[in-house]
């Protein structure tokens, strides 16, 4: 794997942080069927790992290959070629070798798949030096996915529109999470085609959305047709529920409740099933990735 790599060089590994969804509104569906959206993003510190190594020649390479996903139809491959493409515009080819630590579940909500083509996209950007802004990368990348741009802007923040309209929210309460996640796969686009999902919340202003966010007094509208979907979901959610005020994060399967310190949710998690897979992790307004590529301001 590593003939054609740079002598000597050394691997670049960066974080792809998850994301949770604390509040999600459907406030209408546009003539070409994507729907309009509110919601507030806010990173975890706990999500996948990618490392990168830089070739001589125009190949990738992924280890492992995700079981059931074609090489190409991969995210990770999908940034790498649509920044391959910018590269051959400018007269020259680049090449990686790309090896994955994946933790976050498919189908999960935290933004796994999305997160992992950012932190791509931003890692080779600096690789092979092709000098793009955040905007520039965001544009590429919103033809990835509609969370892929927040990954790439790397700050909490309120989203609008389809995803693409952000407005970066640096003083969020950072809280500690428990996060939930069932044995269940969402599909967003099984919700989205739902004909009971909720499509005329109220829009709402940021300032009230973050009100009622800090009140604990929010939801997510793709909860109840998830749910119906996938009644694993529904029996976490009453499950969390017993403790908190829990949501689910996207379209889900994963579920999540808020704590200010992390024994609170340590000594919540000690009292569910064993059987669920759960994980603690700390809310932070700044993605892991721009931590470790920009440093921490």
Partial sequence: ????????????????PAKLNLMLHITGRRADGYHELQTIFQFLDHGDQLSFQPRDDSELTLIPEITGVNFEDNLIIKAARSLQQHKQM?????GANIKLEKILPMGGGL????????????????????????????????????????????????????????TPLPDLVQNWFLVACPNAHSDTKEIFSHKELTRDSE?????HALEGQAANNSRNDCQ???SKLSPEIGKTL???????????????????LSFASENKATKV??????ELITFIAKGTNLSSAHKVLFGSV
Avoid at 203 to 207: D, E, G, K, V
Wanted: proline content about 4%; overall charge positive.
């Fill in 111 to 166: 933004g796994g798949g999305s997160s992992d083509a950012a932190t791509t996209m931003l890692a080779l950007n600096k690789l092979w030096q092709l000098n793009l802004t955040l905007d520039e990368l965001a544009e590429i990348g919103v033809k990835l996915g509609a969370d892929v741009p927040v990954f790439i802007k790397g700050q909490a923040c309120w989203a609008e529109g389809v995803g693409e309209k952000i």
């Fill in 90 to 94: 400018k007269g020259s080819n680049c």
């Fill in 238 to 256: 009453n499950l969390l529920n017993k403790f908190g005020s829990a949501k689910m994060t996207g379209t889900g399967a994963c579920v999540f």
């Fill in 269 to 274: 998690a000690s009292k569910l099933p064993a």
């Fill in 203 to 207: 829009i709402l202003n940021m300032r």
């Fill in 224 to 226: 109840l047709v998830a």
């Fill in 1 to 16: 794997m590593d003939n054609k790599a740079h002598k000597n060089s050394p691997w670049l590994t960066v974080p792809a």
